[in-house]
């Protein structure tokens, strides 16, 4: 199940390595993109709307957990790349005890705080009981969307990004049959949406559990690796836990944006939920550079290989400015058809929906650099570079933007949709300076 990573072609372990990655992302992203479509082939704006809010609040939750879980990623990758097979055990070992703790108290925080969030986010009056539905029953499910992100976690960490491929795609097989069933013959609406996803994240995990049980990793775990260890903790939580507070403010930026947008009715809050279904699938690729380039890059530092992790980070700032630049074009030239995939009967929410694509996929070209530079500085521990010019972009840009949008342009989408890409610029620019700083003062190789 180990892969050395250090050895061959560069650019060939990237895609090697990224391919699979991306595939399960696209999976895994595909559960919302299909939760949304078959909810609007037999439900209205209102419940379009309760499953675009509360997912996007769901996909929150994952993005936080996967970014914590980037520690792993990284602990047991430098490890491998070092050929110290104790570490990575205790690594995995304080990674199961860590993430247990978090995921049972995440799921007893989140269901006793669900009001609360559904009105901090300002829910549309006509959603609020549906996305209620929905969040109970997704937030009843942590712990399988924890289990199975920390589970493929490790499975990239050893360099095998194949196996949760294909855990993920027979989980994406089982959601799309059971929404169908539940959305509509049974009716569910929401719900149905919620326990289609939720069952589906239950099976991943249980193939995934089967898989890392038969399956000779290299790495002597045991019982004995259950155990708290404070440097090994401290080292997952250095990386980990700054890129799950980075996430976290990016979905927080998302959900702001999303409140300005449901300020705005209905029709609004149905657009932007559309959009950023379609952004997140879009950033499939930026989000599989930065897993790749940070396991890549771990593997090449704990060998002491550190050319080799400045060229992966070369080769996944091209890949993403060149994707990038393609799904701007299309989007550009087909965002109509796009949207109308998802509604077919409300002309004013495609309408609405391509004044916000337009401007928004615009992101997908700079969001690429700054998520390369990311995992850049996750391999060498400097994660909390990552967190503060994302911050920075959040604060001085993304929130403020989409507000005065919002104030001075009540008719259009489009303004409100410059101010995520408008933030990423902000965001590359700073990880240019800050990876400059860091070779000057020869803070990477530490």
């Known amino acids: 199940m180990q892969k050395d990573l250090t050895k061959g072609s560069v650019l060939r372990n990237l895609i090697y390595f990224s391919l699979p990655y991306l595939l399960s992302c696209f999976l895994q992203t595909f559960y919302g993109l299909s939760d949304l479509f078959i909810t609007g082939q037999f439900n209205g704006a209102d419940t379009i709307s309760a499953v675009s809010i509360g ?3 769901t996909h929150m939750l994952t993005v936080i957990i996967v970014g914590l879980a980037m520690g792993t990623t990284v602990i047991i990758s430098r490890a491998v790349g070092a050929k110290k097979t104790d570490l990575a055990a205790r690594g995995i070992g304080n990674t199961i005890l860590l993430f247990a703790i978090c995921s049972v108290l995440a799921t007893i925080s989140l269901i006793l705080f669900t009001d609360g969030i559904i009105a901090a986010i300002s829910t549309p009056p006509e959603a609020v009981l549906e996305t209620k539905k929905y969040l109970i029953i997704c937030f009843a499910g942590v712990p399988f969307i924890t289990a199975y992100n920390v589970i493929s976690s490790i499975f990239r960490g050893l360099g095998d990004s194949k196996s949760p491929m294909y855990f993920v ?10 929404d169908i069933l539940f959305i509509g013959p049974l009716g569910m609406g929401a719900a149905g949406a919620a326990f ?23 790495i002597p775990f045991s019982k004995q690796n259950l155990r708290f260890d404070r440097n090994i903790l401290s080292a997952i939580l250095k990386v980990g836990l700054p890129i799950a507070l980075q996430d976290g403010f990016i979905q927080i930026s998302f959900l702001v944006i999303t409140a300005i947008a449901n300020q705005r009715g209905v029709v609004a809050a149905a657009s932007v939920g559309i959009v950023e279904k379609i952004i997140c699938f879009l950033f499939l690729v930026p989000s599989a ?15 002491g290989q550190h050319k080799q992790g400045t060229k992966v980070l070369r080769y996944g700032i091209t890949i993403c400015i060149s994707f ?5 074009i299309i989007c550009q030239l087909w965002a109509k058809p796009i949207l109308q995939l998802f509604v077919h009967d409300d002309a004013d929410v495609v309408r609405m929906g391509c004044q916000y694509l337009r401007a928004y996929v615009l992101d997908c070209v700079f969001a690429g650099i700054h998520f390369s530079f990311s995992g850049y500085f996750c391999a060498y521990g400097k994660a909390v570079a990552s967190f503060i010019q994302n911050l920075l972009s959040i604060l001085l840009i993304r929130i403020p933007g989409a507000y005065l949008a919002s104030m001075f342009f009540p008719d259009t989408l489009f303004p409100m949709g410059l101010a995520a890409p408008a933030g990423s610029l902000l965001s590359a620019l700073i990880c240019v300076f800050i990876y400059g700083y860091f070779r000057k003062k020869h803070l990477l190789y530490e």
């Open 55 to 57: 997912s996007q609040v």
């Open 169 to 178: 795609a027979i989980a994406g097989v089982i959601n799309i049959i059971l």
């Open 196 to 218: 289609a996803t939720i069952l589906a994240q239950a099976a991943s995990v249980a193939f995934a559990l089967l898989s890392l049980g038969r399956k000779k990793s290299g």
């Open 289 to 303: 550079m930065l897993s790749s380039i940070s396991a890549i890059a771990a593997q090449n530092a704990g060998a």
């Open 324 to 328: 990038g630049l393609l799904v701007s």
